[in-house]
């Protein structure tokens, strides 16, 4: 059957030169397509062709939240008290609409945010699989029955769902990410106000319309689009004002940490995924080809605009200059520019202006730091691109990979995320130094080691302060059904996906049903069990 999507969207005419729509955009509030009650937009924008406009969206007012969330609170009574089976057979609806449009996703999420067709592909299927995963989930949510110190006495656990679940993404993985956090909010029975990243507002509604597709009740779920100082800002707002019961978000360090003060002086639930200066260490018995791989994957794949990105790069010095001959050629023959129209490339543009600008800036650090650039020229053109560049650069917004080596522990450039296609190499003189540096920063996401030495790795792994580690593999690429989430500045210790995520939806209601007949007091009213009298002469065993 061909994937038709019954989108409901609205063409508008632009002067967009190629053949692509530019539509106009709504939020989905209860299931009714809506603009901005003062009608204000915004644009979603190709970032490999700035031309080329995706649609006009609704700047969100402060009005337009709270009719979401309304809608999220009125909806709420009726989804929790849907068998939970049911939840799950509409999250699994879910999976197989997403099967049947992925092509037209992945077009999509690539002619929105830039990341190559294969890695859209990729993230597509994350959500696939983060709806089969839980569909099941639906038909367990289990709770526990478990022993009365008392006669004729049942105890029990429950898993009760939050209220309503303000959600925040960022644009880098805007349809894995808030997938893994809104399809366990919506199995526990919780309703959601979705406020869609600023530069994937189209496909945001296209996931949307497709979970309505699904069966989803109107008001379950409900997508404002807007930006991060307006609707965003609005939607933490409604913390304060005692109107969500649950904020999830992932994004920068600086903003989740406000909005944990938020959510923690009203005592609501967050979950924080923020952000990760990644340590992968390369030590001398590593399988060299499979560690260059793993680096330069991990540095330089979806430019290097994932929170699991490689940040510092730690060699020991024994390796130090076979691994970066082999690592500088790869570098300096990367593939640069718009997948959807050249095979093979390894990065396309920047998610945005706005992540170039903030990268370009960070890379600044570096240079005041006085750490060696021996690759890249900032920001490219038709002056000045990289051998490996395709298409016409001033059309998009694409950076040349850069690598910055002699960096020490004691340069802020160690320590801060540069969120884009760089790479910090820093030298270890041995294994106690590399973990010693690889836990120096102040993340604690994801972290990587290439050895071939079991000790080594058994000492990384359990000398590491991270949420993730791989051994003999990228810091980047976590699969589904395994618990996302870092310690340090990378989050508050919540995690994402598999079972563990259902912690961060739902509450443990703890009951017990009294079927004695009487008041019969915990402690207190326990029977007292005396021991027996009988001495035993151990010694005669001796
Ligand atoms: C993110 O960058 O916000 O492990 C998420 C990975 C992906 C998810 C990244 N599966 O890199």
Request: aromatic share 8%.
């Amino acid at each position: 059957m061909p994937a038709v999507l019954e989108t409901g969207l609205e063409f508008i005419e632009t002067d967009n030169q190629n053949d692509l729509p530019c539509v106009k955009g709504f939020n989905i509030i209860n299931g009714m397509l809506t603009v901005a009650n003062d009608e204000k937009t915004f644009q979603s924008i190709n970032p490999a062709n700035t031309d080329d406009c995706l649609g006009e969206f609704p700047l969100s007012t402060k009005e337009d939240i709270n009719n979401a969330i309304l809608a999220a609170r009125n909806a709420f009574t009726k989804w929790s008290n849907t068998p939970a089976p049911t939840r799950g057979q509409i999250i699994g609806n879910m999976g197989r609409l997403l099967m049947d449009y992925k092509d037209v996703l992945v077009r999509l999420q690539a002619r929105e945010i830039g990341k190559t067709i294969k890695e859209c592909g990729g993230e597509i299927q994350e959500a696939i699989d983060t709806c089969l995963f839980f569909q099941s989930e639906g038909r367990r949510l289990y709770g526990q029955t478990v022993n009365s110190e008392l006669p004729n006495k049942e105890l029990f656990t429950y898993r009760r769902p939050l209220g309503v679940c303000g959600i925040i993404n960022s644009c880098n993985f805007p349809s894995a990410v808030p997938f893994w956090k809104m399809i366990p909010a919506i199995m526990c029975g919780n309703t959601c106000v979705w406020k869609s990243p600023q530069d994937a507002p189209l496909l945001s509604f296209a996931l949307a319309r497709i979970m309505h597709q699904a069966g989803l009740p109107n008001g379950v779920i409900n997508l404002v689009h807007g930006k991060g100082s307006g609707a965003g800002q609005y939607l933490i707002d409604a913390v304060d004002e005692g109107k969500i019961n649950k904020i999830s978000f992932t994004g920068s360090t600086e903003v989740g940490k406000n909005i944990g003060e938020v959510c923690g002086r009203n005592l609501v639930s967050c979950s924080l995924e923020l952000g990760g200066k990644n340590p992968l260490v390369v030590m001398p018995s590593a399988d060299m080809e499979n560690a260059v791989q793993g680096a330069y994957w991990a540095g330089f794949g979806t430019a290097g605009q994932r929170c699991t990105s490689l940040g510092n790069l730690i060699l020991h010095e024994d390796i130090y200059d076979e691994f970066m001959e082999k690592f500088m050629q790869k570098v300096k023959s990367t593939l640069i520019g718009d997948s959807s129209k050249y095979e093979g490339m390894l990065y396309g543009p920047m998610l945005s202006e706005k992540y170039a600008n903030d990268f370009l800036e960070a890379i600044k650090i570096c240079e005041i730091d006085g750490a060696k650039k021996i690759y890249g020229n900032g920001r490219i053109d038709s002056k000045n691109k990289p051998d490996g560049f395709h298409g016409d650069p001033d059309k998009g917004i694409f950076m040349w990979p850069h690598v910055y080596e002699n960096v020490t522990e004691n340069m802020n450039c160690f320590h801060e995320e540069l969120f884009g296609p760089a790479v910090t190499v820093v030298k270890a003189k041995d294994f106690d130094h590399a973990l010693h540096l690889a836990n120096a920063s102040p993340y604690g996401l994801s972290s990587a080691i290439y050895t071939n030495d079991r000790m080594e790795a058994y000492l990384f792994k359990s000398g590491i302060r991270s949420g993730m580690t791989s051994i003999n593999n990228s810091t980047s690429g976590a699969e589904a059904h395994l618990p996302f989430g870092g310690v340090k500045n990378s989050g508050n210790g919540t995690r994402e996906s598999g079972i563990w995520v259902i912690e961060a939806y739902s509450y443990w209601h703890a009951v017990n049903d009294e079927l004695s007949g009487k008041l019969q007091l915990a402690q207190m009213d326990v029977d007292e069990i005396e021991m027996s009298e009988m001495e035993v002469d151990w010694a005669q065993l001796s």
